[in-house]
């Protein structure tokens, strides 16, 4: 079964950081950009990052550059996402998936909840 799981999320206040991992599992993640998404409550998902599969090459939002950093190790077939200097509005669900994301390969996500 081809699937990416998500992890690392919680409740944090404002200013704290979390790490979230993506995990694959049936897929061979080594092979393509993998990008972190998010969907707040009552918005649509936007992308947050992505990483290149082959030189590490980054991109972030303008939203969380300079404090989101994604990372990747092939060898453990995991993406992750530190997030630093966690601010309300990065409230949301956070999933990992291609870039641009597959359909097929949407997980449960993780729950990230930024508050005093």
Do not use: H
């Amino acid at each position: 079964q081809v699937q990416l799981v998500e992890s690392g999320g919680g409740l944090v206040q404002p200013g704290g950081s979390l790490r979230l991992s993506c995990a694959a599992s049936g897929f061979t993640l080594n092979y393509y950009v993998i990008g972190w998404f998010r969907q707040a409550p009552g918005k649509e998902r936007e992308g947050v990052s992505c990483i290149s599969s082959s030189d590490g090459t980054t991109y972030y939002a303008d939203s969380v550059k300079g404090r989101f950093t994604i990372s990747r190790d092939n060898a453990k077939t995991t993406v992750y996402l530190q997030m630093n200097s966690l601010k309300p509005e990065d409230t949301g669900d956070y999933y990992c998936n291609t870039a641009p994301p597959r359909g097929d390969l949407w997980g449960q996500g993780t729950q990230v909840t930024v508050s005093s």
